[in-house]
Structure formats: structure tokens, C-alpha cells
């Protein structure tokens, strides 16, 4: 799938939650590997006052904004997203881990590996 056809598919997809987490569980059962899953973590400042994850924490940047942290989970063998999710910016990393591994259980990955 082309970078492209991605941002299109997620543009279509909007906000609908539900028909998100469906891609996703879709994309989990077609990934050839459900136990080796890179995981990606980033925290990005906003100015906006309408995100609902966008909390003070830890700001890397020093900026003194509200932070939102976007985490994304990779299946090795294809290098292919598998799913994506924003969290509070104020949680810490250990936790974005537990949550990630939560949701990759929701699509049935129960053992995954992370590096």
C-alpha cells in the first residue's frame, strides 16, 4: 500500500473510532509476524485547546505547551503499520507500552516482542 493510498484510507476513515480499530484488527491478522512488533513513540507540543489527549507533562522541547504523544506499532517482517494511537502527553512511556500491548491484544497479538 502506498503512502499515498494510506493517507487517503485514513483520511476517509475520519474519526469514526470503531471503524479505526477495525483497519487496525484487519491489518494485525494479515501481518505474516504476531510476535515481532516495533513500537515508535513520539510527544508532540500543541497549541490547541480542542485535542483531548493534549496534557502538561514532561516536554522534551521546553516549550512549557500541552503535549500529545503519538505511538505507532510496526510489524518487522513488512515494516508496515499495524496500528496507531494518541495518548495523553503527560503519561509516561512505560505505560504507552502497557497500552499498546493492550490494544495489539484487542487484535489478537497476545506475545509480542518489542525492540
Sequence with gaps: MSQDSCYLLMKAIGTDAQLRQKFFEARANRSPSKSSIAFDSTTVSTYSDNQIEARYG???SGDGLKTVKLLTQYCLDTGQPI???RQPGNIPDVISVIN???QLSVFGIGEAHFW
Design 58 to 60: 514532561y516536554n522534551k
Design 83 to 85: 496500528a496507531y494511537s
Design 100 to 102: 499498546a500491548v493492550e
